[in-house]
């Protein structure tokens, strides 16, 4: 794969069919910017009005053109780009960018001339990127694909802060390009610009794979609307993620999760994004809601080293600036450490007797154009105290640059730590330019940088599990023709089978059993009403808990089947569940739903009838080993009463993570389409007597 996308994004060759003399025009705009851009390969204008376009012979077809080209780009009215893509392939094209519109976005009945493309391309090995695809522009090989007026040298003043390259994918051309635009005003350097189009052959995966094995590319940004290739790109995601590769991710659009059933406490609380915040968070990846913050944390990991930890240091001419930073540092996690006694004495020589020598350092106004910013940001550099230093200064002088750029480049090449600079007033391209050159972007928003500074020590953070197979056992798979939720004695009779404990209970149809079912369980008995058609019992008053005597199962028993009337009158009752009561212990929701990207997707969180008040959940893509299954417990706000909290005794961590790897490996292996499995409540009891399923819910899939 990585050759074939070598040969599209650098070809050696490449024909416009459908080129156009005139720069006013889409397709003039190819030829003029791929010239301007200094293409160095041989280009080939294919149009029959034309005998020559800018210097270049015209051909009448692409079979005219007198030898099989890398690249074919294809920009005629969708009527006939089903005809010239099987022209190219005739004419032995090894890859197709088709930027003509009017496809499966148009309607079913264009779809099915873009699913022609798709065949065609299959069919001969030919890749194709597109349909409606605003290109591609490859910076280092001078290859600019594209009408995209983001990549005209006369559109933009770019400067060059940054050391290490940016990649971007773009299932939005507009934005792909806007993404390059903004990068390269603010300082940032690219590999490769690549808008995707609608994927009929070549996806946002394929790229993704080759950026994360380009060694050009140090930072990758992707602008999905969604994942067609989910497969692929996990694969790509954890690739990257083991290499250490930064990848930031602006995720928009709604999906069809969110029409899913919810009968389950995870599927309210399991938004259309949950999956995809789920995967980001797998893997590492930084997910951002704004392009423009995007561009700024990009800016961050290709400018600044990744920090040691979370300790930051604020240096700067204002007080009030000094104070705006720290704030927004400290929303983010970021802690601001008073400096050791031995640092502020040496800070105090370098700065007037009212300004402060603690943590955020204020160097004051007056010493603003001296010499002390910088010794102090390099003082603090080559100590040990922080793991970062955001300097805060003025930044509106057209004239004077705010810090010696020769001395800061210094402090910055070395590496040592971060060093971000943030302006309270408007920065002048003078001083942009200034800080530029010391390979140091600026920040003009407190909340940018902090997010900058947030996303580089969660990266720092970040250590990727490798994917296994979850633990799994020899048992045979459940076939069943489930259609919406089961009752739950029908959920613990398919858990049972797959070793997984539950609670002794029985099913009784009648009051004449209750006496000799409770005899067999003995008391105390939870008693439960079950209907499939009631799938929360407890906000229909169908539990009763802790039941001690004959009497009151009796009375229990009857309680529950009135209130399940009073609740659902419609309802299908299949009976009254007894039930053994366990010991006590805390309390845990396990859920799988199915997401129609990514499939199974694992939630953990605090259980009971609170879980979705608290909404203290870890998310996970399916399945999940044991060690996975711990780290999604440790990220839960109540982990600590899992572990003793305030002397009581430490839960069986153990036996929970377990049976987390085995529910997350549960769907595949029931033959039923099944959309939601929840456990809530597991009881986790102390250590060494495992854990113990209260209550169980499978919906299945109404659709099936």
């Not at 280092?140 to 770019?158: K, L, Y």
């Not at 417990?633 to 109540?638: C, E, N, V």
């Amino acid at each position: 794969m990585a050759a074939a996308l070598e040969s599209f994004l650098a070809p050696a060759s490449i024909a416009v069919i459908g080129a156009s003399p005139e720069a006013t025009k889409l397709r003039g705009r190819l030829i003029e910017l791929l010239v301007k851009n200094g293409y160095p390969g041989d280009l080939y204008p294919v149009n029959p009005a034309h005998t020559e376009i800018r210097g270049f012979r015209c051909y009448v077809s692409i079979r005219d053109v007198p030898t099989s080209v890398d690249l074919a780009i294809i920009v005629v009215p969708s009527e006939k780009v089903v005809a010239v893509v099987q022209e190219c392939v005739e004419a032995g094209a090894r890859n197709a960018l088709i930027m003509s519109s009017g496809f499966a976005e148009a309607g079913p009945e264009h779809a099915k001339a873009q699913k022609r493309i798709g065949e065609i391309a299959r069919r001969s090995g030919m890749r194709v990127c597109g349909p409606s695809a605003e290109g591609f522009h490859n910076e280092v090989g001078r290859v600019s694909a594209t009408f995209s007026p983001a990549v005209d040298t006369d559109s933009i003043t770019a400067i060059d802060a940054a050391t290490r390259r940016c990649g971007v994918i773009a299932q939005s051309g507009g934005i792909g390009f806007s993404l390059y635009h903004m990068g390269r005003s603010v300082g940032l350097r690219f590999t490769h610009v690549v808008s995707v189009g609608n994927e009929v052959d070549l996806t946002a995966a394929d790229f993704f794979d080759f950026m994360v094995d380009d060694p050009a590319t140090s930072i990758v940004i992707l602008f999905l609307e969604t994942i067609r290739d989910p497969v692929r790109f996990i694969a790509a995601a954890e690739r990257a993620a083991v290499a250490r590769k930064p990848v930031v991710v602006i995720k928009v659009g709604r999906s069809a999760a969110g029409s899913r059933a919810t009968e389950s406490h995870t599927g309210s609380m399991a938004g259309w994004d949950a999956a995809y915040d789920a995967f980001f968070q797998q893997f590492g990846m930084i997910a951002v809601d704004d392009p423009a913050r995007a561009i700024l944390i990009a800016g961050a990991f290709a400018t600044c080293p990744i920090p040691k930890g979370r300790r930051a240091a604020v240096v700067t001419v204002s007080g009030g600036g000094g104070a705006v930073v720290a704030d927004a540092l400290s929303a983010v996690g970021m802690e601001l450490p008073e400096l050791q006694p031995a640092t502020q004495a040496t800070i105090r020589t370098m700065i007037p007797f009212y300004g402060s020598a603690h943590n955020p350092v204020d160097v004051t106004g007056q010493a603003a154009r001296t010499e002390a910013p910088l010794r102090i940001i390099e003082l603090l550099a080559s100590g040990d105290e922080v793991d970062m230093v955001v300097a805060v200064t003025t930044m509106s002088s057209v004239h004077r640059s705010p810090v010696d750029s020769v001395g800061l480049r210094r402090v910055v090449c070395a590496q040592k730590l971060p060093v971000l600079f943030y302006t309270y007033t408007v920065a002048s391209q003078f001083a942009r330019e200034s800080l530029a050159a010391a390979n140091t972007l600026t920040y003009q928003n407190s909340a940018d940088v902090a997010a900058a500074v947030r996303a580089l020590t969660d990266f720092a953070a970040f250590r990727p599990l490798p994917r296994r197979a979850a633990a799994d056992t020899a048992l045979p798979a459940i076939s069943s023709s489930w259609i919406g939720p089961l009752a739950e004695y029908q959920v613990k009779d398919v858990l049972a089978r797959y070793g997984i404990p539950v609670a002794e209970s029985r099913l009784v149809c009648s009051a004449s059993d209750l006496e000799q079912t409770a005899q067999s369980l003995r008391f105390p008995l939870a008693v439960k009403i079950q209907s499939p058609d009631i799938p929360h019992k407890t906000e229909a008053g169908g539990v009763r808990l802790n039941v001690g005597s004959m009497d009151d199962l009796r009375v229990a028993y009857n309680g529950v089947l009135d209130a399940a009337r009073r609740h659902a009158p419609e309802a299908r009752i299949a009976g009254v569940l007894l039930e053994k009561m366990v010991p006590r212990g805390v309390e845990i929701v396990i859920g799988v739903i199915r997401d129609p990207t990514f499939g199974p997707l694992m939630t953990v969180g605090a259980g009971g009838i609170a879980t979705e008040l608290y909404r203290d959940v870890a998310r996970r893509l399916a399945p999940v080993t044991e060690e996975e299954a711990g780290e999604m417990l440790r990220q839960l706000r109540i982990y600590p009463l899992l572990t003793g909290y305030r002397g009581s005794d430490p839960c069986d961590i153990g036996s929970l993570t377990r049976l987390i790897s085995q529910v997350s490996a549960l769907l595949p292996r029931i033959a039923s389409p099944i959309v939601e499995l929840e456990l809530n409540p597991v009881i986790v009891h102390e250590s060494g007597n495992g854990c113990t399923v209260a209550d169980a819910l499978i919906v299945g899939d109404v659709h099936a």
